[in-house]
């Protein structure tokens, strides 16, 4: 069986939960393709001389409930398929988090690890230009993804602030904090995510302190969850990223400090002294209270959900489960905390961030904080309230929640 694409899937997710809630079938089929994508070639000068050409997206799926907002990613396996999947589950993730955005999400196919910084700037310079007639502060509000960060941001606002002739902070978030970032936005989606785990784990009677936790994927995501998870004290025993995971037993947990600085240094958690070194698909199906996948699509499938031994799959990734894999993770008792509510606390203060720059006044990062954790909360429960009503699973219920959200402003506003 070859394997759907995130489109097909998020397509999937879609027809799932207009079933549940017996949904117009012209309204899914409006709901099923973004509003536009914009396909660009950005030529780059390279360090050598050589012109490369690289392609680069922007899909823009759905703007009822506000402007479009999404990250911009940058890796070799970007497809048009994949950026569109992304799209739509930002219009949905907004929408449970009670944001008023719409969805879009951007990508350029490209190794970042083998650029140099200049070539790197280059292309972000390049990529924001040739999208910048689709974009602005009340358009469409790009942000950080895989492999972009608050340097990408402050180079796409620049470029696009040279362009219009006058700073346009609020056209991008996650920028530095000393050019219109918001405070605590670096450890957003590591805290929004915390958040909700602590609230899953109330939920169903799971203790914090001394549960046991395996993280895929050691990036912005990835990396924080750690500290926030061992802050409450939890126990990471396993960690991984592109190269290859690491295990240790919960008498010795791995130390947030440690790993990250080994990860800096040498560039990947493999060469952290003293543990085991084990696969990225070993690491999903270890025995732990809490499986937090945060790197990429479709790692968690029909193969290996049933070997799932996690209470909570907590998933900091943008698809990582398929809805085969989710089927048999609800039948076993696995609570799986979806993407669009586990990973929202990023655009959550990505808004708070666009809010502050709309205003020219910032919050302290306790005032964030707060913001997000009541945020948060708000859409766990909602969540959570709405899978009891239809007896069905998280992702069904986070579904369900947006998709109504969606359809009702787009009846007030005529559109179906
Ligand atoms: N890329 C992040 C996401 O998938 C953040 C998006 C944003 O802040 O706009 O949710």
Known sequence: MSQKNPYEIAVEQLERAAEIIDLDKDIVERLKRPDRVLIVSIPVRMDDGSLKVFVGYRSQHNNALGPYKGGVRYHPNVTLEEVMA??????????????????????????????????????????????????????????????????????????????????????????????????????????????????????????????????????????????????????VIAVSDSKGAILTSPDKPLKFEEVIRVKRKTGSVINVKGVKKITNEELLELDVDILVPAALENVITEKNAPNIKAKIVAEGANGPTTPEADDILYKNGVLVLPDILANAGGVSVSYLEWVQNRMGYYWTPGEVDAKLKDIMVKAFMNVWNTAQRYNVDMRKAAYVYAINRVVEAMRWRGWI
């Open 86 to 235: 992304l799209s739509m589950w930002m219009t949905w993730k907004c929408a449970v988090a009670g944001l008023p955005y719409g969805g879009g999400k951007g990508g350029v196919v490209v190794d970042p690890k083998k650029l140099s910084r200049g070539e790197l700037e280059r292309l972000s310079r390049g990529y924001f230009a040739a999208i910048a007639r689709i974009i602005g502060p009340d358009i469409d509000i790009p942000a950080p993804d895989v492999y972009t960060d608050p340097q990408t941001m402050a180079w796409f606002m620049d470029e696009y602030s040279r362009l219009y002739g006058y700073n346009v902070f609020g056209v991008v978030t996650a920028k530095p904090t000393i050019i219109g970032g918001s405070e605590g936005r670096l450890t957003s989606t590591s805290r929004g995510l915390f958040f909700v785990v602590e609230e899953a784990a109330k939920a169903i009677g799971l203790d914090l302190k001394n549960a046991t936790v395996a993280i895929q994927g050691y990036g912005n995501v990835g990396s924080f969850t750690h500290k926030f998870l061992e802050e409450a004290g939890a126990k």
